[in-house]
């Protein structure tokens, strides 16, 4: 971002009260998002559709990244709209192509490493359905939630409960942007080279 424009609007409050409005569409974009995630999967949505919109998508994805980059308040909700209205189309593909929505005792995941798809049921009854995805949607393991309990030794357990209900169970009520440039003042600006 232009640091001659970051200055000009710091202080501009109808650009503030833009710049407030862009980061509560991005909110709202988020929650929506979380939604559709939580009825199909979201990476299991996305090799669901057509290749046609995964690829549209991606591209959308990609400008929004850009907006929120730039944070200009105009760009970022135009595209933040823009993936709204591209969420919309994924949920509304994915229903009409006959598919159930996830079992809310059912999770599924990619492993980080190796990509394959990690379903787990969250109760007895949900383990039946994991095997038809696994069956269905290869390579996907699948794991009840004791299986995974069992892996994990006591002492992890016993840390965990120290922290008494501080650690975890976060809920984002509201998206707050971090001006990225007062925050840098007074650091170097380097290329990150890895």
Not at 81 to 103: H, I, P, T
Not at 152 to 163: L, P, Q, Y
Not at 173 to 190: P, S, T, V
């Amino acid at each position: 971002m232009d640091k001659e424009y970051i200055i000009q609007n710091i202080r501009d409050k109808k650009f503030q009260e833009r710049k407030a409005e862009a980061d509560r569409v991005y909110s709202e974009m988020l929650k929506l998002k979380a939604e559709i995630s939580a009825r199909w999967g979201y990476q299991r949505m996305m090799e669901i559709v057509s290749s046609d919109l995964r690829m549209r998508m991606g591209r959308q994805n990609m400008l929004l990244s850009n907006a929120v980059l730039k944070g200009e308040p105009e760009e970022m909700i135009r595209q933040t709209e823009a993936m709204k209205r591209g969420l919309q189309k994924l949920d509304d593909y994915v229903r009409k192509q006959g598919f159930e929505e996830l079992d809310p005792d059912i999770w599924i995941t990619k492993h980080p490493k190796t990509g394959i798809q990690i379903v787990i049921a969250l109760s007895a009854d949900a383990l039946e359905k994991c095997v038809a995805i696994c069956q269905a949607e290869k390579p996907s393991l699948y794991f009840s939630i004791n299986e995974i309990y069992s892996m994990i030794d006591e002492e992890v357990f016993d840390i965990k409960n120290r922290f008494g209900g501080k650690f975890g169970n976060v809920e984002i009520l509201d998206r707050k942007a971090i001006d990225i440039n007062e925050k840098a003042k007074g650091f170097l600006e380097d290329e990150l080279l890895l």
